[in-house]
Structures are given as structure tokens and as C-alpha cells.
């Protein structure tokens, strides 16, 4: 049985943050869709102003993967949730409780700082991932559609360019 050990991403970790995020989009098919870099990343999460947290994810003392978690609110329940970003375990390490460490560790923590949800989105066509989440008790909120504003779009909106 291996030893699994979450930590705390520290800026000394963004290459390999980097890493893994680059490996996630590979698995999601949309490497071309990455475009931050390393400096970006540090900045994001370990600035003056970092609002997102890395954790890494150790088996045996090998990192094997990671996630980046921010703070959301509900005004319905009046209390803080914890968004999960991203959540990767590289695939020679799946299958081992790694995942499964990651996502009780953040539940944890939601439970600890007395947060109302917390709430990830997953592909729909991720099926080995809808498996593993629905088999760890979260339901899809399929009442519930995404949108999204960036790049050009979000600019054209701000600048009142669309109508």
C-alpha cells in the first residue's frame, strides 16, 4: 500500500504545477488552449494577490499530482464554498487513492472552515471521472448550464461592442 501525503503547493513547485497542468490538457485534448507559463502561474498563486491554492499530491514521496482550489460564496446559504479548479493524478498513479486523497483532503477542509459546498465541473464525456466522482457521493448538477466570457468576447462585452 503506497503512502499518500497532501501538501501545500509551495512557488518552489510552479514548474511542476506546470507540469501537471500541461498533462491535464493533454488528457482534455486542448493543450493548444494552455497559455500561461511559469511566471504567470507563480505570480497567480503565490503573489500579493494570489485568491487560487495548489495542493500536491505525494505517493511514496514521488509527486503524482495536484490540485488548485479558490474560495466562492453562496448568497443563498450565506457561507463560502470551495471551487475546485483542476484535480490530475498522472496516470501511472491512478487507481491508487490519490484522486480520492485530493478531493477528501478539500472536503475536509470545506467541512473545517465551516463552508456550504464544495463544487467542481468535470467533461461530460470524462466518463472514468464521472464514475470516480459519483462513486465518491457528489451528484452533477445537471439543472445547471456554464458560461463563460473570454479572450476577444470578454473584451467586445466590457468595451460594449455587442449588443
Not at 507563480?42 to 505525494?58: H, K, M, Q, S, T
Amino acid at each position: 500500500m503506497a503512502t499518500i501525503h497532501i501538501r501545500k503547493g509551495t512557488s518552489a513547485d510552479v514548474d511542476l504545477i506546470f507540469h501537471f497542468i500541461r498533462e491535464l490538457a493533454i488528457y482534455e485534448k486542448a493543450l493548444d488552449e494552455v497559455t500561461t507559463d511559469e511566471v504567470m502561474l507563480r505570480e497567480a498563486l503565490f503573489g500579493d494577490n494570489a485568491r487560487a491554492y495548489p495542493l500536491i499530491c505525494e505517493m511514496d514521496g514521488e509527486a503524482v499530482g495536484f490540485a488548485i482550489y479558490f474560495y466562492n460564496f453562496s448568497t443563498w446559504l450565506g457561507k463560502y464554498g470551495i471551487f475546485l479548479e483542476d484535480l490530475y493524478v498522472s496516470p501511472d498513479s491512478r487507481g491508487h487513492g490519490a484522486g480520492k486523497a485530493l478531493l477528501r483532503h478539500l472536503a475536509k477542509l470545506a467541512v473545517d472552515e465551516g463552508c456550504g459546498r464544495f463544487e467542481w465541473n468535470v467533461l461530460d464525456w470524462n466518463e472514468p471521472s464521472i464514475k470516480f466522482y459519483e462513486a465518491c457521493g457528489a451528484v452533477p448538477m445537471s439543472e445547471w448550464v456554464g458560461y463563460r466570457l473570454q479572450g476577444d468576447a470578454l473584451d467586445k462585452f466590457v468595451a460594449d461592442e455587442v449588443r
